[in-house]
């Protein structure tokens, strides 16, 4: 099987402008986002099969359920909403599809993935659903499933096993029936292109994983996703095929804060960095429709007194005050540098990719990686198009 080629929002892509937001840590727990659950039940815990092993099948279904119940809800659909979303990027493990005897995972999660289909249909929502994490983890972290080993490719069964849940997702929202709310399904997110991981499996992976899901659905304009896999968006641009086949789309997260280098820059350096990624992005989105399916707008600087930032994440100087501080305390100085990048990035977003989904909808103490929080706190803008600092990227 092969890729369909030159799908894009012009032309090709039927779609309206996705903004969206990613729900984490709701069906695939990550710890850093909600360190309170896992204080509660099992401090030791480091990601969600650990979790779940800790507590046993029993204890840890009360404890997912009461979870999976508030963490998310259909007040926040209408919150984002109101908010300028119109997209939900829903991660989900494996094993609400597939689970089998020695995993530690319990059931669940499925039903509540239907129940936030139906939140975002009633608010006139799109859904993307997104297979997070797969038999034997694609890149050994915790938004996985389980942190550490990586044997998605290098034990027997673990890729045909995947591709019979991608089955089961596509034919359940591919159907007819949830033509008007599913418009993407991911087919895995940030398979890692180091360690266990060849790229020609994956490569081959994204091959028959398109052609399995296309012959389950019955919903034509489905959007079938790939992440780039860590590799040049160049490198995913060039395949071939019948226009019957169908949309594919590719998936790129662009953070700055990971790298080494990301970590030298002062804002200033940020927003340079931000508005560099636009060329392309433009040139990629102009064969295949391309997402920002994370971001966040978590930098690591310091503020000083003067105005200016620096790189870091503490400081000395009398008046000077770090991103790495408690929200609450930041100065409306911090703030608009929080908001400044954030622009930055979202005029590149708008201007050369169909679509974005920020990185995530809330956490607990993370709020440069909230987006609820900084809409309600003025670092992310609202209405979404407003502009504090416009034209940074000279669009």
Known sequence: MVFVQAKTLAPGYNREMIRGVNIGSWLVLEKWMCPSLFDTYASSAVDEWTFTETL??????????????????????????????????????????????????????????????????EEGLYVW???HGVPGSQNGFDNSGRSGPMDWQTVDGNIARTHSVLKTIAKKYGASSYADVVIGIQLVNEPA????????????????????VWAEIENGNMMVVIHDNFLPLSDWTNFQGPPAAGNLGIDTHIYQVFAESDNTLNQDGHVALACSKGDLLAAANAIVPVFTGEWSGSTNICLL??????????????????????????????????RRFNEAQM?????????????????EHAPAWDFMKGAQNGWIPQPLSDRQFPGQCGY
């Open 56 to 121: 046993g099948k029993d204890a840890a279904y009360t404890a997912l359920q009461s979870h999976w119940s508030s963490w998310f809800t259909k007040d926040d659909v209408v919150s984002l909403k109101g908010m300028g979303i119109n997209a939900l990027r829903i991660p989900v493990g494996y094993w609400s599809f597939d689970l089998q005897d020695g995993e530690p995972y319990v059931w669940g999660a499925q039903d509540w993935l239907d129940t936030a289909i139906e939140w975002a249909r």
């Open 193 to 212: 292109s180091w360690g266990n991981n060849s790229n020609d499996i994956t490569r081959d992976f994204y091959n028959d994983g398109y052609g399995n």
């Open 347 to 363: 005029d590149v977003w708008e201007e050369t990719t169909s679509g974005y989904f920020f990185w995530n909808f809330k956490t």
């Open 129 to 131: 659903v997104d297979l």
């Open 305 to 338: 007194a003067d105005g200016s930032t620096i790189a870091g994440t503490s400081c000395s100087e009398d008046g000077c005050q770090c991103e790495s501080a408690d929200s609450r305390t930041w100065s409306a100085g911090l703030i608009a540098q929080l």
